[in-house]
C-alpha cells in the first residue's frame, strides 16, 4: 500500500503481543505466539482525498494527528498508533489514503463496503444532534442492536460509517479524537467469516445468535461484529500492486513476526492478495490478504 503513518512504526515495534488464537474448524489456528496478530487500524481510500479530508476535519471534526509531504495525500487522523499502544487510547488508528474506488450512489453497507467502521461515543442522542447541526448526513434514526445502539452516517464517496453507544465498551465524547472501536462486517458468507475471523486471524467469540456474531481481542481492545445480508467484494487484477486501493475502507493486524505468520497464513489457504511487500517510506513490510467474503485486509509489521 505504501504509506501508512511514520511515527506509528516506531512505537508499535516497541510493544509485543501475548494473545493467542482459537484452534478449531476448518482453518490452521496460529501455532505459537510469535504469529499473533492484533486489529490495530482502517484505512480509508478516498476517490476525491481533498474532499474526504475536508469532511473528516471540518464536518465531522476529528483533529489531524499527522501529514506528511513525502507521502503525497495522506493524513493520519484522531489519535495516533503511539496513543493506542501506550493504552492512552483504545481507539484505532484511522488513516486516509487517496487513489479509493469512486463513490457510487449504488454503495451500501455490504455492497461494494464490506467493512462499516464504528466510532463509540458516551451520549449517542447528543452527538448525533451536534453531528447533524454540522451537517454530517445519517442514513436513518437510531437503531437498537445486540449489543447497544447505533446510527449510520455516510461521508465522501458514499463511504458509510456508524455511530454507537456500545454497552460495557469504551466510548469518547470528543469527536476530535473519535474512540474508532469496531468494525461491523455485512457477510456474504457468515459461518465462513465466523470461522475466518476465530481460527486465522485470532479473535475469539464473545457472542452469537442469528442476528449478529461478536469476535473480540479482550477488554477495552477493538472488536469484529458480523452480520447476514452482504455480498462478496470484488478485486481488481488493475490493483494487483495494492489492492487495497480496490475497496473504500480496510482493516490492518499488527504482527510482531511477519514471516512467520505469513507462513502460518499460507499453510491455512488464505486467499493472498499482495505478497510480503516491503515500504522502506514508512518502515514497514506487510501482506495484503482478503477475508472469505474478498475484503482486504493488511497484516503488517513495523520497523522492518
Known sequence: MGNLALVFALVASAHTISRAADASGQWVAPAASNSAMELHFIGVTAANWHSAFEFYTKRLGVRVNATNPALGN???????????????????????????????????????????????????????????????????????????????????????????????????????????????????????????????????????????????????????????????????????SEPTRGHPIFISFMTHHLDQTAARLRKSGVTILCEVTHHPDWNGTDLIIADVDGNAIQVVQYGR
Open 74 to 240: 495522506w493524513a493520519q487522523l484522531g489519535a495516533g498508533g503511539d496513543d493506542y499502544w501506550s493504552g492512552i487510547s483504545r481507539s484505532m488508528t484511522f488513516e486516509l489514503f487517496d487513489g479509493g474506488p469512486p463513490g457510487k450512489k449504488e454503495r451500501r453497507w455490504g455492497h461494494k463496503q464490506g467493512f462499516r467502521p464504528g466510532i463509540q461515543v458516551e451520549n449517542l442522542d447528543a452527538m448525533v444532534a451536534a453531528a447533524r447541526a454540522r451537517g454530517v448526513p445519517f442514513t436513518g434514526e437510531i437503531e437498537q442492536t445486540d449489543w447497544g445502539r447505533r446510527i449510520e452516517f455516510t461521508a465522501p464517496d458514499d463511504v458509510r460509517w456508524t455511530l454507537s453507544e456500545a454497552r460495557s465498551r469504551p466510548a469518547n465524547s470528543d469527536l476530535a479524537e473519535p474512540l474508532i472501536g469496531h468494525v461491523e462486517i455485512k457477510a456474504h458468507d457468515v459461518a465462513g467469516q465466523k470461522a475466518f475471523y476465530r481460527d486465522v486471524m485470532g479473535l475469539h467469540l464473545e457472542s452469537e445468535n442469528a442476528r449478529c456474531i461478536i469476535l473480540g481481542q479482550g477488554p477495552g481492545k477493538p472488536w469484529l461484529t458480523i452480520e447476514p445480508g452482504g455480498e462478496k467484494q470484488t478485486n481488481s487484477p488493475a490493483l494487483a
